[in-house]
Every structure is written in structure tokens, then in C-alpha cells.
């Protein structure tokens, strides 16, 4: 595949950095679709999902481009065949998988490490597909491993850790042990969901409060995968999808101080709260 500029649609969307600039832009090609992350790489995705194509620009790193494909064009693809695809991170409890909602930065793969190194395994870390099955959400696993920024992994498992690189233009490593972050392999079923909340950030400790379904709604809108925005079919089950999963599963708002000593008491309040739901 080569990149060609011509024969792009005009109408595509963009992605933006926190500078405003295009960290990925989406268009078409015919059927096809096209996601352009401007200085690394473009892939062509065929209409139905089922082919991708890659055309890195030269000097692109080989880890950006397995990167950007795993962690950015997977799930973009998995939207159009999946009930649900969110960015999340998702870890096993004893009474079912409980998944972390929000935008990058929150914590998402912090809380799914810490959860993982204490005996929860891990399900997904960055991405979440979710299947529907009658009235019950099945959360499905996506690979081993987990992107943490140097401080949270040192601040979760030591200094003496072995990680890999991600991609050139970030500082987050891949920590794969599955050792210290075991993995789920199969469906587990869903239990609830917990949005992280940045505006009200506490100072210290850690709050957990319910979340209504039409916050849960807008939220989980927000954060879904969506390849193309212009499908008003998909996009219709998309809602229709994201209307039961807020009515039919508990829901909550996770507030906690940005700090490894709280970490303890949030588990404490999640386990807690499983108990009392469960009796």
C-alpha cells in the first residue's frame, strides 16, 4: 500500500492532540476506510473489517507500527463487528469482571495493573470489547500485557521491572510478566462498571457513588470506539447496545487521590461494595 492523497475523502474526521494538531485522521477510499496517523503510518481497512493494510513512512519504528496497530487500529476495526468496543481497562474479581472508563491520562491501566498484581487478572487493558448474551455482558479479553508510565510501574512493582518499548514517541513501557500481571484468556462475565472522574479529583482517599443511566450513557458514548461516525445503523446499535448495558448493570463513579498508598482502601471499597450487593 502507498500513501496516496488524492484519492482520500475530504470529509474525513480527526483525532486531535492536546496541541491541536491531527494524531489521527479518518477518512475513505471507495468502501474502504483510511486512518492516517500523519507521521507515522496509514491503514486501509476494507469495508467489511476483515483486511488491513499498512503503509508506514519511512523510518517509522517497528514497535509504533505494531503499537498503533494493536492499540489504536484493532479496536477501531473491532466497532463495526463488536456489540461494544470501549476504552477501558477490565480486571477479573471473584464475582465477575469489573471494567475502568475514561480518557487517556485517568488511570485506567494503573488500577488494571494494581488489580492484577493483587490477584486479579487482567483482561484489557486499554481496550474493552463487550458481547451480549440475552440480558448478560460478557467482557472479552484482549492481550497480555499492560502500558504503564515509568513512575506507576515503579510505584506498583519496583524499580527493577522488565518492560518493553511501546512506541518511539512515548515513555510508556510494556510490562507482559504474566508473573506479575496474569492474564485472563477466556470470557468473563461483566459485573460492573466504575468511571474514573477527573472533575472532582479527591485530595486524598478514595470515593466510590453511584452513577445514573443517563450519566452512565453519555459517558460510555463518549468513550466508545466508533470507525465511522456517518453509519446511522451501527450507530443506532451502538446506542441501543450502550441504552441496556447503563439500565441493566450497576454503575459508579470512582473518584481517588493520584497516589499508590490509596490504592489499598480503593480496593477495600470495591470488594466491600461486591459483598453487600451480593448478600
Known amino acids: 500500500m502507498t500513501r496516496n492523497h488524492s484519492n482520500r475523502d475530504r470529509s474525513s474526521r480527526d483525532w486531535l492532540t492536546r496541541n491541536n494538531g491531527a494524531w489521527l485522521s ?94 486479579c487478572p487482567l483482561i484489557s487493558d486499554d481496550y474493552l470489547v463487550l458481547r451480549q448474551s440475552g440480558s448478560e455482558w460478557a ?20 524499580a527493577l521491572l522488565e518492560s518493553s518499548e511501546i512506541a518511539h514517541y512515548t515513555e510508556k513501557r510494556r510490562v507482559s510478566d504474566a508473573a506479575l500481571v496474569p492474564f485472563v484468556e477466556s470470557p468473563s462475565h461483566l459485573e460492573c462498571l466504575y468511571f474514573l472522574d477527573d472533575l472532582e479529583i479527591a485530595r486524598s482517599g478514595a470515593r466510590v457513588a453511584p452513577s445514573n443511566p443517563r450519566d452512565a450513557f453519555m459517558k460510555l458514548v463518549a468513550c466508545a470506539f466508533n470507525l465511522d461516525v456517518r453509519d446511522k445503523i451501527l450507530l443506532r446499535e451502538q446506542f441501543n447496545a450502550i441504552g441496556q448495558l447503563t439500565t441493566r448493570l450497576p454503575c459508579f463513579r470512582l473518584q481517588y487521590a493520584r497516589d499508590f498508598s490509596v490504592l489499598p482502601a480503593l480496593r477495600r471499597l470495591i470488594v466491600d461494595r461486591q459483598i453487600k450487593t451480593a448478600a
Open 26 to 119: 479518518f477518512g475513505k477510499r471507495g468502501k474502504d476506510y483510511v486512518l492516517r496517523f500523519p507521521d507515522w503510518a496509514d491503514f486501509l481497512i476494507s469495508h467489511d473489517g476483515k483486511e488491513v493494510k499498512c503503509c508506514p513512512l519511512p523510518g517509522t519504528q517497528a514497535s509504533t507500527v505494531r503499537h498503533l496497530f494493536l492499540d489504536q487500529v484493532i479496536p477501531l476495526v473491532l466497532s463495526r463487528r463488536e456489540a461494544l468496543v470501549l476504552h477501558a481497562s477490565a480486571v477479573l474479581t471473584p464475582r465477575g469482571a469489573i471494567a475502568f472508563i475514561g480518557q487517556s491520562g485517568q488511570g485506567k491501566s494503573t488500577l488494571a495493573a494494581w488489580f492484577a498484581q493483587i490477584g
Open 139 to 158: 467482557a472479552i479479553p484482549s492481550y497480555p500485557g499492560v502500558r504503564l508510565w515509568p513512575q506507576a510501574s515503579d510505584g506498583i512493582f519496583g
